[in-house]
């Protein structure tokens, strides 16, 4: 059973930096397509950022060149590194792994304010 454990949530100032990881168990992250997902209160659940076994990513426009999604095979681990945060960034971000089903984990909160 896929097991996904994020951390590195937190409350951040505009301008600021975070680094979410999500470690994953029952699941070899390589193998897989995975994602952040964000979702604020009344809004829609988002895709922000994804890689794909061959390594091919995708990041929403509203992000890009601000946010890079990254894995390390060795730790079985997804990166999310969010610099130049806004307060429209802040949200729950949960990480997501597809295997033969969806998989999510529990999610790390992002809170951007001053």
């Known amino acids: 059973q896929v097991q996904l454990v994020e951390s590195g949530g937190g409350l951040v100032q505009p301008g600021g930096s975070l680094r979410l990881s999500c470690a994953a168990s029952?699941?070899?992250?390589?193998?897989?397509?995975m994602g952040w997902y964000r979702q604020a209160p009344g809004k829609q659940r988002e895709l922000v950022a994804g890689?794909?076994?061959?390594?091919?990513?995708n990041h929403l426009d509203s992000v890009k060149g601000r946010f890079t999604i990254s894995r390390d095979n060795a730790k079985n681990t997804v990166y999310l590194q969010m610099n130049s945060l806004k307060p429209e960034d802040t949200a729950l971000y949960t990480c997501?792994?597809?295997?033969?089903?969806?998989?999510w984990g529990q999610g790390t909160q992002v809170t951007v304010s001053s």
């Open positions: 997501y792994m597809y295997t033969n089903r969806e998989n």
């Open positions: 029952g699941g070899i992250v390589s193998n897989h397509y």
């Open positions: 890689i794909s076994s061959s390594s091919r990513t």
